[in-house]
T-cell receptor, first 113, second 110 residues
């Protein structure tokens, strides 16, 4: 089985721009979660989707949004980028969102200049 | 609110010595606790969970609800145990909103 795939792996943006990150979960997994990882804050929960519905949301501003498609693939979007949004964005999938057993992707490294 | 703390950012032990990675949590309900590990140049992955009560790679962890702790232990550290370890919590009622601690970097000295 292929693992969780995230694209792009690296990207550079400037302040004020927006970015869209993509995540393909493991085949058969229906829950997708997103995390922001920074050296200072560690892993911060962004949101979790299941069957195209957002079930959980972390404490991030509305500039951070996401969605899930019928094939369980997910995207997250960050608008009006700020320098502080520079981070590794990790996607994780799980079978049904009831186990806590998350399978992580390699992440998308976003640098905001 | 759910919160996970790991008091040590860095922990160094000699090969063959016992190792204990500390984890404390705050949550008023019924939690599920996990340990995740990230080896160098690898993805973050689940190491063990309290409900399975398994020993994985020689590691064990016991949930102590009285002390709200879930410390990770191994009697004899190996060089390949060097990695970043994250303690994590999931509230049983909140689907997969898994909250992670800040992590402890374990270095095993040969």
């Amino acid at each position: 089985k292929a693992g969780v795939t995230q694209t792009p792996r690296y990207l550079i943006k400037t302040r004020g721009q927006q970015v869209t990150l993509s995540c393909s979960p493991i085949s058969g997994h229906r829950s997708v979660s997103w995390y922001q990882q920074t050296p200072g804050q560690g892993l911060q929960f962004l949101f979790e989707y299941f069957s195209e519905t957002q079930r959980n949301k972390g404490n991030f501003p509305g500039r951070f949004s996401g969605r899930q498609f019928s094939n369980s693939r997910s995207e997250m979007n960050v608008s009006t980028l700020e320098l502080g949004d520079s981070a590794l964005y990790l996607c994780a999938s799980s079978l049904d969102g009831h186990t806590g057993e998350l399978f992580f992707g390699e992440g998308s490294r976003l640098t905001v200049l | 609110a759910q919160r996970v703390t790991q008091p040590e950012k860095l922990l160094s032990v000699f090969k063959g010595a016992p190792v204990e990675l500390k984890c404390n949590y705050s949550y008023s309900g019924s939690p599920e606790l996990f340990w995740y590990v990230q080896y160098s140049r690898q993805r973050l992955q689940l190491l063990l969970r309290h409900i399975s009560r398994e020993s994985i790679k020689g590691f064990t962890a016991d949930l102590n609800k009285g002390e709200t702790s879930f410390h990770l232990k191994k009697p004899f550290a190996q060089e390949e145990d060097s990695a970043m370890y994250y303690c994590a919590l999931r509230a049983k009622t909140s689907y997969d909103k898994v909250i992670f601690g800040p992590g402890t970097s374990l270095s095993v000295i040969p």
